[in-house]
């Protein structure tokens, strides 16, 4: 039916809802991936080392989670192949990609919250997530959605100001 085949064109590419916006990585899996000395450490406001139970509830690891949440978020939006309910599947059940994905991301702007430069361990890390992210903008990297991996790459890939802004930033 073509006009059905028009709405599932329109969902895809409609703009995601702010309220959708959730991490793919929590404060206990970024726990797991990061050492919980440094990241209480880079987290806190005084200097006092945010404790590891602290770092489940603190709100600046969270904030780094959501803000790196967004930036996949923004790539999957613009490869134009996934909807709405495709990222609140993902968000979900995140495989491990995402995963890794948000908590290096996140790791990067925990750095840059504390005005430090990335150490070069860290820094081939974010490197990595940042090629990640774009091959995930250009539809190089499909998600394990079913109906995305199913349609195949994108034909086309439209640059948006906010994918500008973040490639200039990185």
Do not use: W
Not at 84 to 112: E, K, S
């Amino acid at each position: 039916n073509h006009r059905a085949a028009q709405g599932h064109r329109h969902q895809r590419k409609r703009r995601l809802s702010v309220g959708h916006l959730m991490a793919y990585c929590t404060p206990a899996k970024m726990k797991e991936r990061y050492d919980v000395r440094l990241l209480g450490d880079l987290v806190t406001d005084s200097d006092v080392q945010v404790t590891p139970t602290g770092l489940l509830t603190d709100p600046n690891l969270q904030a780094a989670l959501d803000d790196a949440a967004a930036m996949i978020d923004d790539a999957l939006h613009q490869a134009n192949r996934y909807t709405t309910a495709d990222l609140a599947t993902l968000a979900a059940a995140p495989d491990f990609t995402l995963i890794r994905l948000n908590a290096d991301l996140a790791m990067g702007l925990v750095y840059d919250r504390r005005g430090m430069g990335t150490p070069e361990g860290h820094r081939r890390r974010m490197d990595d997530a940042n090629d990640l992210l774009e091959d995930i903008r250009v539809g190089k990297k499909v998600l394990p959605v079913a109906a995305v991996e199913a349609a195949g790459l994108p034909e086309e890939f439209q640059p948006t100001t906010a994918s500008r802004y973040i490639a200039q930033s990185m």
